[in-house]
């Protein structure tokens, strides 16, 4: 079962109503990050089954130091990841040295066809990788 204020919590975060059903994130395209999931395990692995079934377009990228057990979760165990620093977000070419961007960039062509990694990605990927405890340099 899924908690009404978790379903409100990713709806804010996607800037949807609040209080609107899974629904509204049907014909949404979007990345949903859900960090240190392994607190919630049972939650999030209904939330995800239910925003999957539901979004087609939605890819959800979720951290845990356990499996969620999730219908057609893909587990991909990972040492530390270096992100890259503020000073390496001048390229494409530069960022792809980092082993943060490349799980990433990889996790992502594995579920959008023909994903490319452009210039003014960069920053928010490097948010997020960031986010997600890799070790920055020069934060």
Known sequence: MIRREVVDHVLRSLGLEVGSTLEALKARHALLVLDNCEHVL???????????????????????REPLQAAGETVQRVAPLVVPPVSALHSVEQVMGYS???????????????????????????????????FAPGH
């Open 42 to 64: 049972e939650r999030c692995r209904h939330l995800v089954e239910a925003l999957l079934r539901g979004a087609p377009r939605l890819s959800i990228l979720v951290t845990s």
């Open 100 to 134: 943060a961007v490349q799980l990433f960039v990889s996790r992502a062509r594995a579920r959008q066809q023909g994903f490319a990694l452009r210039q003014q990605d960069l920053k928010a990927l490097r948010e997020i990788c960031r986010r997600l405890d890799g």
